[in-house]
């Protein structure tokens, strides 16, 4: 049974530049949810993705933005990258009839801007 | 507003002693849940348990245990006899009905047992 994978696991981008971070939600789940985690922090809720539609979002600047692909998968882009976009970037996945309301992460992308 | 505190920046523990993790929580929420993630060096933040605000009664998993009071608002993880494989950092989520889907994490506690 896969987990919630991720990729890449690392990268590394200039300030101004575009990224785009993917997700595959672990098996039986259809809810994708990205997470960003600064260095000592824990992590904050970017957005929330279900049945292709960004369904809440949290308190991040229109430069992110996401989509939920027909198999679930998901991406995550962030443009005009600023240095301080540089974290842990999580996925996690929900659904199903097992998982309630718990979320399931990946193991992150980190991504260093420069 | 959702809140969670973690207190405990850094613990040490030398092996085999018992250590406790400290959560306090803040919600308006009257049906919520409260959870605890263990991660690792690799980033991959592991779920260890869920309790919904309904259930007080506490849980235990081998070696791990976890207080839920409603009273004092917290929700504290032991982990008795600790080993070397128990370092790690460890949060404490909350989320609410009233939030949506949510995660509010606390800062997290950075455990490590030394052998």
């Known amino acids: 049974d896969a987990g919630v994978t991720q990729s890449p696991t690392h990268l590394i981008k200039t300030r101004g530049q575009q990224v785009t971070l993917r997700c595959s939600p672990k098996?039986?789940?259809?809810?994708v949810s990205w997470y960003q985690q600064a260095l000592g922090q824990g992590p904050q809720f970017i957005f929330q993705y279900y049945e292709e539609e960004e369904r809440q979002r949290g308190n991040f600047p229109d430069r992110f933005s996401g989509h939920q692909f027909p198999n679930y998968s998901s991406e995550l882009n962030v443009n005009a990258l600023l240095l301080g976009d540089s974290a842990l970037y999580l996925c996690a996945s929900s659904g199903g009839s097992n998982s309630g309301n718990t979320i399931y992460f990946g193991e992150g992308s980190w991504l260093t801007v420069v | 507003a959702q809140k969670v505190t973690q207190a405990q920046t850094e613990i040490s523990v030398v092996e085999k002693e018992d250590v406790t993790l400290d959560c306090v929580y803040e919600?308006?929420?009257?049906?919520?849940?409260l959870f605890w993630y263990k991660q690792p060096p690799s980033g991959e933040l592991v779920f260890l348990i869920r309790r919904n605000s309904f259930d007080e009664q506490n849980e235990i998993s081998g070696r791990y245990s976890w207080n839920f009071q409603k009273s004092t608002s917290s929700f504290n993880f032991t982990i008795t006899a600790s080993q070397v494989v128990d370092s790690a950092v460890y949060f404490c989520a909350l989320s609410g009905t009233n939030t949506g889907n949510q995660f509010y994490f606390g800062t997290g506690t950075s455990l490590t047992v030394i052998p």
């Open positions: 098996s039986g789940h259809d809810t």
């Open positions: 919600t308006r929420d009257t049906t919520y849940y």
